[in-house]
Nanobody, 127 residues
Framework: QVQLVESGGGLVQAWGSLRLSCTVFGRTFSSYALGWFRQAPGKEREFVAFISWSGGTTDYANSVKGRFIISRDNAKNTVYLQMNSLKPEDTAVYYC????????????????????WGQGTQVTVSS
């Protein structure tokens, strides 16, 4: 059984920063590629960022590119999302997800490509 546990969400003012963490329990962390998604009220869940098994490949949604940084620490079984210059439109529940599929590199922006999901952490950005 694989479990993903997010933390680090909260309330922050616009232009502030937050760092989300997601720790993976139960399997070899380095065998998973990881993604961050978010879901704002009344909207569908959307892709935010992706990082490969080794950390050598990353991908970002256009809306966060240049402001968010995804990273991973395989020794701590944890993936991070550093969020800078936050905007009110970044308000959402943020989810981390894990995939062991070899096809993930061609489909890392799609929810269906991930096998395991965390419970989500709320990020609220005030104007």
């Amino acid at each position: 059984q694989v479990q993903l546990v997010e933390s680090g969400g909260g309330l922050v003012q616009a232009w502030g920063s937050l760092r989300l963490s997601c720790t993976v329990f139960g399997r070899t962390f380095s065998s998973y590629a990881l993604g961050w998604f978010r879901q704002a009220p009344g909207k569908e869940r959307e892709f935010v960022a992706f990082i490969s098994w080794s950390g050598g490949t990353t991908d970002y949604a256009n809306s966060v590119k240049g402001r968010f940084i995804i990273s991973r620490d395989n020794a701590k079984n944890t993936v991070y999302l550093q969020m800078n210059s936050l905007k009110p439109e970044d308000t959402a529940v943020y989810y981390c997800a894990a995939s062991s599929r070899s096809t993930i590199f061609t489909s890392n922006r799609y929810e269906g490509s991930y096998d395991y999901w965390g419970q989500g952490t709320q990020v609220t950005v005030s104007s």
